[in-house]
């Protein structure tokens, strides 16, 4: 079976540091992909993991740990720009992406 | 840039019509995917294609059926629409395994 887990909703404060965390239990793992989504717009591609460790690129970060199961996604220095949706999303190959329900992020001032 | 466009952004549909959602991408990307999105459920694969004249069901097949008779268009349709396919509904193409999925605006679909 599939079964993606992340939080509903998150609160942070501009300039802050927030991690959303995911958790996974699929049947085929070729990495695990987020996704940002604003109101009324398609996702778009921020990261993609296949090996253990972190991933680094500008204010975002990603981290996996298959053995665990397990990935975050780091935003540091807040924007309200970051006011989001952000979708986690394993591939189960030919990129095939199973989705969690996604994590809806609100930066206030 | 890549590009992935979808015919439409807003549809209406009566019970029992023959709907069919569009969708092109002008990268030359291998892999096509037709996605809904429902609040609560997430996104949710319908069907997929890795080839022209390929397709593969995914995760909710029933009730849609898809066409891919050229690399660059994807076609979902929706054989008897009813109001429970009323969604957001999302092509997506990436250009092989591991490769990030670019995504369409998304077709805003009601069945009434």
């Known amino acids: 079976g599939q079964n993606i887990d992340q939080p509903t909703e998150m609160t942070a404060t501009e300039g802050a540091i927030v991690q959303i965390n995911c958790t996974y239990q699929t049947s085929g793992f070729n990495g695990l992909f987020w996704y940002q989504q604003h109101a009324g717009e398609a996702p778009t591609f921020l990261s993609y993991?296949?090996?253990?460790g972190l991933e680094e690129k500008g204010r975002f970060s990603s981290f996996l740990s298959r053995s665990k199961g397990y990935s975050y996604l780091l935003l540091k220095e807040l924007q309200m720009k970051d006011s989001a949706s952000y979708l986690c999303a394993v591939n189960r190959g030919y990129s095939t992406l199973t989705f969690g329900k996604g994590t809806m992020l609100l930066v206030s001032p | 840039d890549v590009k992935v466009t979808q015919s439409s952004r807003y549809l209406v549909k009566r019970t029992g019509e023959k709907v069919f959602l569009e969708c092109v991408q002008d990268m030359d990307h291998e892999n096509m995917f037709w996605y809904r999105q429902d609040p609560g459920l997430g996104l949710r694969l319908i069907y997929f294609s890795y080839d022209v004249k390929m397709k593969e069901k995914g995760d909710i097949p029933e009730g849609y059926s898809v066409s891919r008779e050229k690399k660059e268009r994807f076609s979902l349709i929706l054989e008897s629409a009813s109001t429970n396919q009323t969604s957001m509904y999302l092509c997506?193409?990436?250009?092989?395994?591991?490769?990030?999925?670019?995504f369409g605006q998304g077709t805003r679909l009601t069945v009434v």
């Open positions: 997506a193409s990436s250009l092989e395994d591991r490769a990030e999925a670019f």
């Open positions: 993991n296949v090996l253990d």
